[in-house]
């Protein structure tokens, strides 16, 4: 096979699993979405789609693992703009560069946030958390998936607009970090939509905000954070597949046709609006709109994160 050249490589690809690296514990948002699309992806390409967790370091450890993999399409990320944009601003020095190593495959799909509390926090609102969470700073804590998580962005856009300094409590993802906030460990965490709608719907956790500009149909009583008092509070997170630099352009067409077939699937579209994902369409799925997503989110967020007073670690 190594000598197999490039153009037959692409002909015959895939002929083995490929693994897809999802850089958070299993059981949280990016993992859930991965495995909706790996599954119908992996029917369009007849071969499975594995994901493999390789959770830390606010999904550094995983995405670097990708950036350092053998670009022939067998190892590729799911990942989201945390790990490639807000990073940026969070890491003295980063184990990737986002737009160097990495070749854009696709956009998964971009997440609503929701700022999610603990059943027995003593807030029912919004302005309640608010001067619930000034009156206690010292003595509330937050849970994040790791320093340039989604869940570190969310929360830490919040407290700086709150003007309050909470303990952060990190976790590998907001899988694990969820079972701690469902039993009362920590006070409060802002998450992607698809993975606390469940326990919000069956009352284990309290949403008080949502972090669009809009209210989410799947939340309809709930406020955005922006309405409820935080004016200019708007925190989405887009995820999307990316090949290490080099993978060959077929090769990063098939996937992307996969992703394509996947994101048209009715299957999917009905599972996924459920979870308030919000799926590309038309233009927005080619490589080239995940590239300039990625340059976009880079543009906003880097500055912004550097604003909030958040020194890089
Ligand atoms: C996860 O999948 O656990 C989350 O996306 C982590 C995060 O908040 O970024």
Known sequence: LAAMPVASMAQAYPSKPITVVVPFAAGGPTDALARILCQRMGEALGQ????ENVGGAGGTIGV?????????????????????????ALYKSLPYDSQKDFEPVGLGGTNPMVLVTKKDLPAETFPEFQAYVKANEKKVQYGMAGIGAASHLGGLMLNSMMKVDVLEIPYKGTGPALNDLVSGQFDY?????????????????????????????????????DEAGL??????????????????????????QALVTTLSDDKVKVRLTELAVDLPEGKETTPEALGAQLKASIDKWVPAVRAAGVKPE
């Open 64 to 88: 670097a693992k990708v950036a350092r993999a053998t670009p022939d399409g067998y190892t590729i990320a799911f990942t989201h703009m945390g790990t490639l944009a807000v990073n940026i």
């Open 231 to 256: 004016k200019g509070y708007e925190v989405t997170i887009w995820n999307g597949f990316f090949a290490p630099k080099g993978t060959p352009k077929d090769v990063v067409a098939k996937l992307n």
């Open 189 to 225: 965490m802002v998450d992607q939509a698809v993975n606390v709608l469940p326990q919000i719907k069956s009352g284990n956790i309290k949403a008080l905000g949502v972090s669009t500009t809009k209210r989410l149909s799947q939340l309809p009583d709930v406020p955005t954070i």
């Open 48 to 51: 499975q789609l594995i994901v």
